[in-house]
């Protein structure tokens, strides 16, 4: 999370577009930006898991990120870019990439607002313009718009653990059960690398966007991304809500 914050300090300094593809080093909870979550989880049971929980600088519900890759865009917007567009945009790369690697998804159409943050993880259901295969959710996506730039956070699973989620509230919390969500294990009938899929995606941006993207050496981040460990190490930040 601080390298993506930092990520979108640099497009908004040098107008520069980055696309991210990553794992967890160990099973983490994400909460959304503006989810209430104080008191509404087993903190015992979390730390008795061993999964770490961060708060994210972007919207929507809680994800398990663990047998999922995580992707991040960092982009410059102009104020006359709607959200729709921008979406759309990083969406032709998602689908790009993941019918590179064999499986065919499509923007839900299905009339549904994206819900308010909830105890429903974030692959319960899918909301308008995020992506699906077979009517089941395949990427979660949520998108954060600050001076002059865009982060767009967004998971792809490998296998569905996100009912894990609900077994993480409290008792005093009542978890609902989620329909199954698409996972790239079930629609390959393997689990492809996160080298694989990152490569996938990554052709996608330069067939769509930009043939020459060059890779970004972590050396040129690093610090500015160490400079904001502190906020999201913090657990006033965590649960601030």
Same mark, same amino acid.
């Given at each position: 999370? @601080?390298?993506?914050? @930092?990520?979108?300090?640099?497009?908004?300094?040098?107008g520069e577009t980055v696309f991210s593809a990553y794992t967890w080093a160990s099973p983490t909870l994400s909460l959304g930006r503006n989810q209430t979550a104080r008191g509404r989880y087993d903190l015992d049971e979390i730390s008795r898991r061993g999964i770490d929980v961060v708060r994210r600088p972007t919207g929507g519900r809680a994800l398990l990120h663990h047998h999922e890759i995580t992707y991040s865009v960092t982009?410059?917007?102009?104020? +006359?870019?709607?959200?729709?567009?921008?979406?759309?945009? =990083?969406?032709? =790369?998602?689908?790009?990439?993941? /019918?590179?690697?064999?499986?065919?998804?499509?923007?839900? @159409?299905?009339?549904?607002?994206?819900?308010?943050?909830?105890?429903?993880?974030?692959?319960? *259901?899918?909301?308008?313009? /995020?992506?699906?295969?077979?009517?089941?959710? #395949?990427?979660?996506? @949520?998108?954060?718009?600050?001076?002059?730039?865009? #982060?767009?956070?967004?998971? =792809?699973?490998?296998?569905?653990?996100?009912?894990? =989620?609900?077994?993480?509230?409290? *008792?005093?919390?009542?978890?609902?059960?989620?329909?199954?969500?698409?996972?790239?294990?079930?629609?390959?009938?393997?689990?492809?690398?996160?080298? /694989?899929?990152?490569?996938?995606?990554?052709?996608?941006?330069?067939?769509?966007?930009?043939?020459?993207?060059?890779?970004?050496?972590?050396?040129?981040?690093? +610090?500015?991304?160490?400079?904001?460990? +502190?906020?999201?190490?913090?657990?006033?930040?965590?649960?601030?809500?």
């Amino acid at each position: 999370m @601080a390298r993506d914050t @930092a990520l979108m300090e640099r497009a908004q300094a040098t107008g520069e577009t980055v696309f991210s593809a990553y794992t967890w080093a160990s099973p983490t909870l994400s909460l959304g930006r503006n989810q209430t979550a104080r008191g509404r989880y087993d903190l015992d049971e979390i730390s008795r898991r061993g999964i770490d929980v961060v708060r994210r600088p972007t919207g929507g519900r809680a994800l398990l990120h663990h047998h999922e890759i995580t992707y991040s865009v960092t982009a410059p917007i102009t104020d +006359d870019e709607s959200l729709r567009n921008s979406y759309e945009r =990083i969406n032709r =790369i998602l689908i790009d990439g993941l /019918e590179r690697l064999g499986v065919s998804a499509t923007e839900a @159409a299905n009339g549904k607002r994206t819900p308010q943050p909830g105890d429903l993880p974030c692959f319960a *259901a899918p909301a308008d313009g /995020e992506l699906v295969t077979s009517g089941a959710k #395949l990427v979660g996506s @949520a998108q954060l718009r600050e001076n002059g730039a865009l #982060l767009q956070h967004g998971s =792809i699973l490998l296998e569905d653990d996100q009912p894990l =989620i609900a077994e993480l509230l409290s *008792a005093s919390t009542s978890g609902n059960a989620s329909p199954p969500a698409a996972t790239l294990c079930a629609l390959l009938g393997r689990s492809p690398s996160i080298h /694989e899929v990152a490569i996938a995606l990554f052709d996608g941006v330069r067939a769509l966007e930009d043939p020459n993207a060059l890779p970004l050496a972590e050396s040129e981040i690093r +610090d500015a991304a160490l400079g904001h460990m +502190d906020h999201y190490m913090n657990e006033l930040w965590t649960w601030r809500r």
